[in-house]
């Protein structure tokens, strides 16, 4: 149990002082011969107490026996020393269970916690040695930190206090007075040691120990710090979230904040430590060579600085997590520790600056007294700084910043309260911190933007040469020594693995439009008219002071700066306003007081007094804030769990799928399932919540633990000739191109007549020509006078040599939209055709002297003249680029699809590529191999009909970012919100697709720029979505579970569990706009739940009886039901009002019903049937037989239907040859009926896979989705 429970705030209290008979033998030596020398003794671990400090009432007899035995003196002497392996203690010096154990036998199961190096320990809570003095010192605090070879960490805070050494083992007998006293005094210190890190917290634990420990006698000290001790174990560790603890430990209000998330540490600590010790540059080198893995050593005269610095400098790292070794404290004999050979971060006193720097070599000595940063061999820092582009905008940030608390409450009037003051500087210190933190990511993400652009996420590659080349020279040597080190390789996996932290947060929020639209589609990158003009103003201003501009404050959000390397390095666009802005919200729940005795039933009544604390206080939010909910829950759940109500502690975290799955405890919410008592599982499935959560976990422990992929490669050319398979990978790694079919044809035209193996040679030559490429496209320079011409969006991504032309000499151009000549002499503009315009295009030859030269000639509609190059022997390729380029421009525009044009782009990139490389007399036949548009259209007719080409708008790629197309199971449309945050995204009305795998992407319905890549919603498939007010959507899978997304934070963390198979459908009761409260789901076993969604509670259940139910839709308040071989009405009891069922014929061909759509007004049902090729119209009132059957054309049968104003649509399945084939591919049909006039008024044709799912955006547009072979979602025009 004590792997899965979380631990309370103390995990063990060591009290470490000078054994009693050192003290003894130094007492008398002093007084005997006056010895003027200080003297110095060795710490010893003289007590450890650890949890539990109470047991069951069956021990109570056993602990009385001992009681007497644990009251002890510290000076007492010790029957033995401690062993070489320091757990476990003799018995007489841990307290555990109430008491000592009485004989070493019984001490052999008494636990140290074993995180602890009790050998180490001693001397980390004396680091400055341990002193006899002639008068009595002030109380000092110190912080430590532990790390276990698996990298957990443990803290630590000491408190030092001295008390006066007396002659003699005991001077209290029998309540009598002292016989003498000394004048020498020895410390003592008390070590709280804890999981987690609240320095501040447990300091002022201990500062009101130190108010016991002032006026208590000797021989209580240990009563009062093991009470004190067996406090803080009643205390839990909040839950991740917005909820603190609060309680109470005279004199003190102490407060516990809790972590962010899982995945971050409690920050109890002033982050604005290092920058009261460090100026912003000399912070900006350490972070540097942190960052670096260099051995990093700080310095100060103060103990206690050492850890809050170094621990603050750990966090300003985030999410980049220190992997080295880590002490922040090391005491005088561990010095030695100096000299490891790996990168480290450790911390000194200052008195051993000089002797640290003249014994060691390349160490980075960092003076915390006086703000100086050094090395061992020099006095000054010779390492690569951060960029200065983010190094600036970090410096302009930090001084902006109000760091002293005293000018901050120059106009407040005094605090007559110390518990109030105190209040008043944490609420200041919480906001400040705040701030801090976001300037730190900024700074990271400044740094380290760029990364995801050269990752590979199929292959889990990183392109740390291209990287690198689009850094600036004097960045070059900073970045290739990060890359190089564990810490960036961490952050790497966690970038693979789309980890949707604050880094990822902040990324993706401060993109560019131009960023978002660029990530839209895979092209080659090449820069725009825009980063290019962009570029040369840059030249003649201060490059640096606008490499990040639009994170500066003097700079609108409406600017956009780009440079010749960074191109792709986005601004961060967060206002100076957005940066002070207050941390979240957080609620503060105060625990009870502390129980005047620490007895076994006193405990228990504390524990019972907080569950129902917890109740009371889940009462007060549950139609308030779900996410507070779950934390009570969550803290409701453990406390039960401690007092061993198990079937409470499971109903508890049962309701944290409702809450907040986040944090639902996996591994305790197991162990808890797995020691029910056998009463106790029987009464467990009498209870449906628990008899579900328990079938839940057994199920998810069924599962084989597929161990996640972590590794990454960085990528290396091949070695050994390739076959085609391993080609597809080797170009899919090098970030060439993704489409496999793409790199079949490339596959072919580069083994052209050849055996059908690429040899490691030729793949290096083609793959170097390929950067070569995209390394001379970043040079281009085009005069203004051009760029002026030219839409921002365009990019050059072909020039030709100098040619004589009909126009003139120049450069013939291409961009993705148009072919331009840029003459020569005079640079000019002169513009040849745009794509779409060209008419024809063929090879020619042209006179000159007694020679023919191979020229192209352009025919474009609208001109009459007709355009001649001679472009000699580059005249064939160029006929295929055009030819290309042309071709895929019209099929897009057909098509409304902008992705061909990207394909028909990329295909003549490897065109380029193919004839760069082989260099024979067969290059052209192998490149034109790779002109895909230009054959199909003669092959295959591509053409689409007039009323598919007005009726369709636009198409988008949901899988545009993963290796193959994905099936579109179903398409959800929220509307725009015209009251909320400042967030722009939030704003905007949204698309919600559900792919295969459990994958949601999230599209932005204003632009159709993709919003969230992948929220990953279970593993199965997904059937059905439903959003709700705004603020949620709900998604029903094959796994049984409705997932919940918050629409704010686009996550997924909660779910409803009670259906027991496989969801189908979901409906809302939209009478009520403004409150949507009635929501019902189904399963496919007939059983049909209504929702109170605000709660998320059950509000009836009933059962319909059939095969299987598909889908429910709720009309007027009356539900119909999808049941296969029949359309059911529902009255409000739940019993069936009215059956429509197959009809003969259909039944006999063992048919189902699809989709159903219903028209009250009308009295309308009208019906489809996957396999049917009609459309069947019945009247309810009549529900026996259908009045009406439409016959599809060229259809076999209805996938989906929608009604859409006075209009049906119907998703339907092609037949094989009719609407035209596509490589095989099967393309389906939509089509729009007429209700009235019961004829099918227009037939669309725009997908080349099935229809699986259709959506209406505010019955303006609908949306179609299409099955895996195509994959793609169509954007068509209600009229």
């Given at each position: ?872 022997t580059e005249t064939e390729l160029w006929n295929l680029v055009v030819k290309e380029m042309c071709a895929g421009r019209k099929i897009a525009d057909q098509h409304k699809d902008p992705q061909y044009m990207i394909q028909a782009l990329t295909n003549v990139l490897l065109m380029d590529a193919v004839m760069g490389c082989l260099q024979t007399q067969r290059s052209i036949t192998a490149a034109s191999k790779l002109a895909y548009f230009d054959k199909i259209k003669n092959e295959v007719p591509m053409m689409v009909s007039k009323t598919t080409s007005e009726t369709l708008k636009h198409k988008i790629n ?153 889908s429910i839709q709720i009309h007027d308040g009356i539900l119909w039901c999808c049941c296969g071989d029949s359309i059911v009405e529902l009255k409000k009891t739940g019993t069936p009002q009215r059956r429509i069922t197959l009809t003969d014929d259909l039944r006999s061909m063992s048919s189902s019903f699809s989709s159903f759509v219903v028209i009250p007004e009308r009295e309308q049902l009208w019906t489809g049937c996957a396999d049917s090729a009609e459309l069947c119209l019945w009247h309810t009132n009549n529900p026996s037989h259908p009045s009406k059957r439409i016959l599809l054309p060229g259809t ?5 239907m929608i009604r859409v104003k006075d209009q049906i649509w119907l998703g339907c399945c092609g037949q094989a040859g009719v609407g035209g084939q596509c490589d095989g591919q099967l393309r389906s049909q939509l089509l729009v009926v007429d209700p009235e006039n019961h004829t099918v008024a227009k037939e669309l044709h725009a997908h080349s896979d099935s229809i699986q799912a259709l959506c209406s955006a505010e019955d303006r547009y609908i949306l179609s989705g299409s099955a895996r072979l195509d994959g793609k979602i169509a954007i068509w025009k209600v009229e």
């Amino acid at each position: 149990m004590a792997d899965y429970l979380p631990s309370s705030l103390l995990e063990a209290c060591v009290v470490v002082g000078a054994a009693s008979d050192k003290l003894q033998e130094v007492y008398q030596a002093i007084n005997n011969n006056g010895t003027p020398e200080p003297v110095w003794l060795e710490p010893e671990v003289l007590y450890v107490l650890a949890p539990p400090f109470v047991s069951r009432p069956q021990a109570e007899t056993k602990v009385q026996r001992s009681h007497g035995k644990w009251r002890r003196s510290f000076l007492r002497k010790k029957r033995e020393q401690l062993p070489s392996a320091a757990p476990p203690l003799s018995p007489d010096l841990v307290y555990t269970d109430g008491g000592a154990a009485e004989e070493r036998g019984e001490s052999d199961n008494v636990s140290v916690p074993k995180d602890i190096d009790l050998m180490a320990l001693p001397q980390l809570c004396f680091p400055g040695g341990l002193q006899v003095t002639r008068e009595q010192k002030e109380e000092q605090f110190h912080f430590l930190v532990f790390t276990d070879v698996f990298g957990n960490r443990t803290h630590g805070v000491v408190l030092q206090c001295h008390r006066p050494i007396l002659e003699g083992t005991s001077f209290y007998q029998n309540g009598a007075g002292p016989s003498k006293f000394s004048k020498l005094f020895s410390a003592y210190s008390f070590c709280v040691i804890s999981k987690y890190p609240y320095f501040t917290a447990i300091k002022d634990c201990l500062s009101c120990l130190l108010i016991q420990l002032r006026i208590c006698r000797l021989s209580e000290m240990e009563e009062r710090v093991k009470e004190f001790a067996a406090k803080l174990t009643l205390v839990p560790v909040p839950p991740p979230g917005q909820l603190h603890l609060m309680f109470t430990l005279r004199p003190l209000t102490i407060i516990l904040p809790s972590r962010e998330d899982k995945d971050h540490p409690a920050i109890d600590l002033d982050l604005h430590l290092p920058l009261l010790c460090l100026r912003p540059q000399q912070l900006l080198q350490v972070l540097s060579c942190l960052l670096q893995e260099q051995q990093v050593v700080l310095f100060s005269a103060d103990w206690a600085r050492l850890t809050l610095v170094a621990e603050s400098l750990l966090l300003f790292l985030q999410p980049l997590s220190w992997q080295h070794p880590y002490v922040p404290v090391l005491a005088r004999s561990m010095l030695d520790f100096l000299m490891a050979p790996t990168a480290f971060l450790m911390g000194c006193n200052l008195n051993h600056f000089a002797e640290v720097a003249a014994e060691t070599d390349d160490l980075i000595l960092i003076n915390l007294d006086n703000g100086s940063v050094s090395t061992s061999s020099s006095d000054t820092l010779d390492l690569p700084d951060i960029p200065p582009a983010a190094a600036n905008c970090f410096t302009q940030r930090c001084q902006l910043l109000q760091i002293h608390f005293d000018l901050d409450q120059c106009h407040h009037a005094s605090c007559t309260d110390v518990n109030e003051q105190r209040a008043q500087r944490r609420v200041w210190q919480q906001n400040l911190n705040h701030d801090i933190q976001r300037i730190m990511l900024e700074l990271i993400v400044n740094i380290f933007r760029d990364v995801s652009i050269h990752l590979n996420y199929e292959h889990r590659v990183f392109h740390s040469e291209e990287f690198l080349k689009t850094r600036e020279p004097a960045e070059q040597l900073f970045y290739k020594m990060v890359l190089e080190t564990h810490i960036f390789h961490s952050f790497l996996k966690d970038r693979l693995n789309k980890k949707m932290d604050n880094f990822a947060r902040m990324e993706l929020s401060t993109r560019s439009e131009t960023q978002r639209m660029k990530a839209m589609v895979e092209v080659p990158r090449r820069p725009t008219m825009q980063e290019i003009q962009a570029r040369r103003s840059s030249d003649t201003e201060n490059r640096l002071s606008k490499r990040l501009g639009m994170s500066l404050p003097n700079l609108g959000d409406d600017q956009t700066i780009s440079f010749q390397r960074n191109t792709l390095l986005n601004r961060i666009v967060m206002s100076d306003p957005a940066l002070r802005t207050s941390p979240k919200a957080v609620k503060v729940f105060k625990l009870p007081d502390f129980p005047a005795s620490l007895s076994f039933h006193s405990v228990q009544s504390y524990y019972s007094e907080l569950i129902q604390q917890l109740g009371k206080a889940i009462f007060s939010v549950q139609n308030e804030s779900s996410a507070q909910l779950a934390r009570f829950y969550y803290l409701r759940g453990f406390i039960n769990t401690l007092c061993s109500r198990r079937l409470d502690a499971l109903s508890d975290f049962q309701n944290l799928y409702k809450t907040d799955t986040a944090i639902f405890p996996t591994h305790l919410v197991t162990w808890l399932v797995d020691s029910l008592h056998q009463d106790e599982r029987q009464q467990a499935h009498r209870r449906p919540e628990l008899k579900r959560l328990i079938l839940k976990i057994k199920k998810d422990n069924e599962k084989s633990m597929v161990q996640p992929d972590d590794h990454v490669k960085k990528f290396a050319l091949p070695r050994k000739p390739l076959h085609q398979d391993e080609f597809v990978r080797c170009v899919q790694e090098c970030g060439i191109v993704k489409d496999v079919a793409t790199i079949h044809r490339l596959f072919d035209a580069l083994t052209d007549g050849k055996p059908k193996l690429v040899n490691p040679e030729l793949f290096r030559v083609f793959y170097t020509f390929w950067k070569d490429m995209e390394d001379e496209a970043q040079d281009v320079n085009l005069p203004s006078e051009v760029i002026n011409h030219l839409d921002n969006s365009e990019c050059v991504y072909k020039l030709s040599s100098c040619v004589k032309t009909s126009r003139g000499v120049g450069k013939i151009a291409m961009t993705q939209k148009r072919l331009f000549l840029l003459t020569e002499g005079q640079p000019g503009f002169l513009d040849i055709t745009k794509f779409r315009d060209i008419q024809e295009v063929k090879i020619t030859s042209a006179p000159f002297l007694l020679l023919r030269i191979p020229s192209l000639r352009i025919q474009t509609s609208g001109r009459p003249e007709v355009f001649e190059a001679n472009l000699k022997t580059e005249t064939e390729l160029w006929n295929l680029v055009v030819k290309e380029m042309c071709a895929g421009r019209k099929i897009a525009d057909q098509h409304k699809d902008p992705q061909y044009m990207i394909q028909a782009l990329t295909n003549v990139l490897l065109m380029d590529a193919v004839m760069g490389c082989l260099q024979t007399q067969r290059s052209i036949t192998a490149a034109s191999k790779l002109a895909y548009f230009d054959k199909i259209k003669n092959e295959v007719p591509m053409m689409v009909s007039k009323t598919t080409s007005e009726t369709l708008k636009h198409k988008i790629n949901p899988s545009q970012d993963l290796a193959e197309p994905q099936t579109v199971h179903v398409l959800l449309y929220t509307p725009g919100q015209l009251t909320c945050d400042d967030s722009k995204d939030e704003m905007n009305p949204k698309l919600w697709v559900a792919l295969s795998g459990g994958k949601v992407v999230v599209f932005d319905a204003a632009s159709w720029s993709m919003l969230e890549d992948c929220i990953q919603v279970g593993e199965s498939q997904l059937n059905c979505m439903m959003g709700l007010v705004q603020e949620q959507v709900w998604i029903g899978s094959q796994d049984s579970v409705i997932y919940i997304i918050d629409t704010h934070s686009m996550s997924c963390n909660k779910q409803l569990t009670e259906h027991r198979h496989e969801v189908t459908g979901l409906s809302v009761d939209t009478r009520d706009q403004h409150n949507s409260q009635l929501t019902y789901s189904c399963s496919c076993d007939g059983m049909i739940l209504q929702w109170d969604s605000s709660s998320l509670k059950v509000k009836r259940q009933f059962h319909l009886s059939c095969d299987h139910l598909s889908s429910i839709q709720i009309h007027d308040g009356i539900l119909w039901c999808c049941c296969g071989d029949s359309i059911v009405e529902l009255k409000k009891t739940g019993t069936p009002q009215r059956r429509i069922t197959l009809t003969d014929d259909l039944r006999s061909m063992s048919s189902s019903f699809s989709s159903f759509v219903v028209i009250p007004e009308r009295e309308q049902l009208w019906t489809g049937c996957a396999d049917s090729a009609e459309l069947c119209l019945w009247h309810t009132n009549n529900p026996s037989h259908p009045s009406k059957r439409i016959l599809l054309p060229g259809t076999s049968g209805v996938t989906c239907m929608i009604r859409v104003k006075d209009q049906i649509w119907l998703g339907c399945c092609g037949q094989a040859g009719v609407g035209g084939q596509c490589d095989g591919q099967l393309r389906s049909q939509l089509l729009v009926v007429d209700p009235e006039n019961h004829t099918v008024a227009k037939e669309l044709h725009a997908h080349s896979d099935s229809i699986q799912a259709l959506c209406s955006a505010e019955d303006r547009y609908i949306l179609s989705g299409s099955a895996r072979l195509d994959g793609k979602i169509a954007i068509w025009k209600v009229e």
